[in-house]
């Protein structure tokens, strides 16, 4: 009786993969398949790496080629050794599925690192993971789906359309434990034999780490797997002693709570506001203020991370961006010890989610819902920022009427200068420079059309800041009113071919981390709080951080708590009394 064909020669064909094939002989080994296509990845699927090792010049001459070959033979052969390892239980139904994947996350990886200047890390993939179905409209483009078809469609076809043989028995795991060493054994002597001229190139040039790709994604995943974070046991408290502290005897006897609003920035450069010093003046309208003498922007104040997902629990949190990084276990926020106080606390947010730390307040979101008395402030399916004013009041109102008593904190979290689509972030009446780049591939635009783009977003900042300031004057009868406004991290706007925001902290320039920071106190709030806006304005230009957020709101609102610490109270040196 004939074999069927699957099972001739003693070797099992993976089925409906031989239709196409009528020779045995013309059948793939795993191995061979696999080595083509790591090459592939090696070499085709890193041109960003390769790119940004020829910007640093070290591509020149014999070494620069002997750099590129040790360095792309040792990347296809570690990722040949992951992919056995991956495929080892089940090669058969496994190896296509894995080798498709890593070809779809390495071209996906290529385009966003070739037209934006990115690198890949965690911090950069869980800004991917959170990102929302709008944000995410705004990088689709036909060059990703051109990109993503080139490195991963063509190979992916071929690879699928390549019967494979799969020896059974013995002998197989015997060639797949020679293959797994042999591939480990050409990655370290590859990369050994360049290893001292890539270790400089390495601890010179940090960012080139997180360019290898698709390595770096791998990597990536498996630190969000296992995470230096204990996150098992329930979230610890925090703060549970707060308390309001009494008034001063200065602060007159108005016994109105005090209403401050924190507005949470999103994606601004501090270099680019004009309340700073820039040469165009994109904030006319807090220029304005801060001729009352009631508004000061402090202009030497950075970040604690150069994402969302990086920024705002670090700046939430008590432990500054050193001690929030090395942190082991997750403990309550700001908003936490806010409450604690028996303050009343409420989030709007016009973008994608706190990122935890309004999981315990009262919320609200402006996006993908109806907003009464919106009119002229969306376009489409998106709101700009000013949308969050409407319907404040009812928000506030819903709050605990114990609390209120005591004193309200609403955070509005913006969309802010998000990129790519920066255009999209400003009204027309607000466009005050021109021409405006329109596309999501800002490779694609002149410096100045970017430009253009991003300050329209400075101005409509303005503009809500303003809208702020006037909403919380027209309720200056029944609170004593502030703001204050802080960015969660900069952007880069194609200095040095480089885009967007994300990068690993040490090496981001310095415009991801230069935020703007600028605090509003009415009369009635400052005799209450005994903090001069004319002694701050003398301190505008000292240096600050998000490390001082935390503390600088509980001396605001008066709180008192263990975990206050008046050195990192940015206010407490103007306060009187202090």
């Known amino acids: 009786m004939r074999k069927p064909k699957f099972l001739q020669h003693g070797h099992v064909v993976q089925p409906g993969a031989a239709w196409h094939t009528p020779q045995h002989s013309a059948d793939w080994h795993p ?95 869980t800004n991917a993971l959170q990102t929302d179905v709008r944000e995410a409209a705004d990088l689709l483009h036909w060059r990703m789906l ?131 010093g820039y040469a165009r003046n994109t904030t006319p309208l807090l220029q304005a203020e801060v001729q009352k003498g009631q508004t000061v922007s402090f202009t030497n104040a950075w970040s604690c991370g150069t994402s969302t997902a990086a920024s705002v629990p670090c700046m939430f949190s008590p432990l500054g961006r050193e001690g929030y990084n090395a942190r082991s276990t997750d403990t309550e926020g700001l908003l936490d010890v806010l409450q604690h106080a028996g303050l009343a606390v409420l989030w709007v947010d016009n973008q994608s989610g706190c990122k935890g730390v309004c999981d315990r307040v009262a919320s609200a979101s402006t996006t993908g819902v109806p907003v009464p008395g919106a009119a002229g402030l969306c376009e489409g399916a998106e709101c700009f920022d000013a949308v969050m004013l409407q319907g404040l009041d009812e928000r506030i109102a819903a709050l605990p009427a114990a609390a209120r008593a005591k004193g309200v904190v609403v955070v509005l979290h913006q969309m802010g200068g998000h990129g790519p689509a920066y ?69 880069s706007l194609g200095e040095n071919n480089i885009y967007l925001h994300g990068l690993p902290y040490a090496v981001a320039p310095d415009v991801q981390k230069h935020v703007p920071w600028i605090t509003w106190l009415s009369p009635a709030f400052t005799q209450r709080s005994g903090i001069a806006p004319a002694c701050l304005q003398k301190q505008a230009a000292a240096p600050i951080s998000h490390d001082n957020f935390f503390h600088s709101v509980l001396g605001l609102m008066g709180v008192r708590t263990g975990v206050y610490r008046p050195a990192l109270d940015m206010y407490r040196a103007c306060a009187a009394g202090a």
């Open 31 to 125: 191995h061979t398949a696999t080595a083509l296509l790591c090459l592939w990845l090696a070499s085709v699927g890193n041109l960003a790496l390769w790119r940004a090792l020829h910007e640093v010049g070290a591509l020149h001459g014999g070494t620069g080629l002997g750099l590129v070959l040790g360095l792309g033979l040792g990347i296809a052969a570690l990722l040949a050794s992951l992919v056995l390892l991956l495929t080892l239980a089940a090669p058969r139904w496994l190896l296509k599925p894995v080798l498709t994947m890593l070809l779809v996350v390495a071209a996906i990886g290529s385009y966003f690192m070739l037209a934006y200047g990115i690198v890949i890390d965690a911090t950069m993939l």
């Open 146 to 276: 051109l990109t993503v078809a080139v490195l991963a469609g063509a190979p992916a076809w071929w690879l699928w359309r390549t019967a494979l043989r799969y020896p059974q028995g013995p002998k197989a795991h015997l060639k797949n434990a020679l293959f797994l060493i042999a591939t480990i054994a050409l990655s370290i002597g590859a990369t050994g034999l360049i290893y001292q001229n890539l270790a400089g190139l390495m601890r010179n040039h940090t960012q080139l780490r997180y360019l290898v790709n698709p390595l770096n994604s791998v990597y990536a995943v498996a630190r969000l797997a296992h995470p230096k974070v204990d996150r098992t046991g329930p979230l610890l408290p925090l703060g549970e002693d707060a308390h309001l502290a009494p008034l001063a005897a200065s602060a007159g006897a108005s016994h109105r709570p005090p209403l401050v609003v924190l507005v949470l920035g999103e994606t601004a450069r501090s270099g680019n506001f004009g309340i700073n």
């Open 423 to 491: 255009s999209h972030r400003s009204a027309v009446q607000r466009k005050l420079f021109g021409p405006e780049c329109t596309s999501s591939a800002l490779q694609e635009c002149s410096q100045e059309s970017i430009t253009n783009a991003y300050d329209n977003t400075i101005v409509e900042t303005d503009f809500l800041l303003d809208g702020v300031v006037q909403w919380l004057q027209a309720r200056s009868g029944q609170w004593d009113t502030a703001m204050q406004y802080v960015a969660d991290h900069g952007e």
